[in-house]
Structures are given as C-alpha cells and as structure tokens.
C-alpha cells in the first residue's frame, strides 16, 4: 500500500504529469453562448461558424445557420456533428451539382443529386467520412445550431 501511494506521489509532483495536455469542457450552455455571439454573422450571411480548439489531428468548431447550406466535401476531413439546438435534413451521398473548388481539398455545390437524407434534431450525433458530400437544408426561418469536429481522415 505504501509503494502505491509513493508512486502516485511521484507520478502527480512530477514534470512528466504537469506536461499534460489539458483537458477541454464545453456545456451545453457555453456552447449555446458562443452560438449566440454569432447572431449577427448568421443574420446577415445566412450561416456562420467559430473555431474553438486546434488539435493535432481534429479542430472544433461551433456553427449557426439560418438557412440551408452549400453542398460539400472536404477531401481530407471528417465531420462529427453534435447537434445543439433544431432541426435539420442531411443529405449524404450523389453527385454534387455545379462543382467547384473553393479552396485545396475543399469543394463546394449548389445542391446534391441522388444522396439519402436524415433529419437531424437536437442531441443527435453524425459522422461524414471524408469525401462524402454533405448538405444541410433547414426550412424557411429556422435555427440550426451544431458543434462539429473536424477529424483529419487523409
């Protein structure tokens, strides 16, 4: 018993246990906060999303939207998307209509054709592989709120 607790005393004094990474915590209510703060942003482009915590493989962010999205694949990146506050369809899959480039490994539509659609609602949890394409539609005058992880898979 006394060689557990002396090497419990030597694990949590010394520098090798002061070295690690922190610990992240984000309530429901900080992250509804931060959502908040992006209100004017959303109210004016529809959408808008803040980066919260760099990782070495993966990043969060936190995301408001107000109207439907863009349809997207990220060549590199996955999605887990948590969700906050209402209710969405995702549309997964198809063909991406009217593909461009909008940045490297990052591609852009205006819709997706042929993909399977999921209703979304608060607490729910979804992951999107890389090089899947992905749309989020909201009805007219609806809030959508998400936290997303963005895992790099490539």
């Known amino acids: 018993m006394r060689t557990t607790a002396a090497l419990a005393a030597c694990l949590l004094?010394?520098?090798?246990?002061a070295q690690q990474p922190a610990v992240d915590h984000l309530s429901q209510a900080g992250l509804l906060t931060k959502a908040q703060q992006l209100e004017v942003q959303a109210a004016?482009?529809?959408s808008a999303t803040q980066k919260l915590a760099e990782y070495p493989n993966h990043f969060t962010?936190?995301?408001?939207?107000k109207q439907s999205g863009a349809a997207e694949?990220?060549?590199?990146?996955?999605?887990?998307?948590?969700?906050?506050?209402?209710?969405?369809?995702?549309?997964?899959g198809g063909t991406v209509?009217?593909?461009t480039t909008a940045s490297p490994g990052e591609?852009?539509?205006t819709s997706i054709e042929g993909g399977a659609q999921i209703t979304l609602n608060?607490?729910?949890?979804?992951?999107?592989?890389?090089?899947?394409p992905h749309q989020l539609l909201l009805a007219a005058h609806k809030e959508f709120v998400y936290f997303v992880v963005k895992v790099q898979e490539q």
């Open 13 to 17: 004094t010394s520098p090798l246990w």
């Open 44 to 46: 004016q482009s529809g």
């Open 61 to 65: 962010m936190i995301s408001l939207r």
């Open 73 to 92: 694949v990220h060549q590199k990146y996955a999605d887990v998307f948590f969700v906050v506050r209402g209710r969405a369809t995702l549309v997964t």
């Open 97 to 99: 209509v009217n593909l």
């Open 107 to 109: 591609i852009r539509g």
């Open 122 to 132: 608060k607490g729910d949890i979804v992951h999107i592989p890389a090089n899947v």
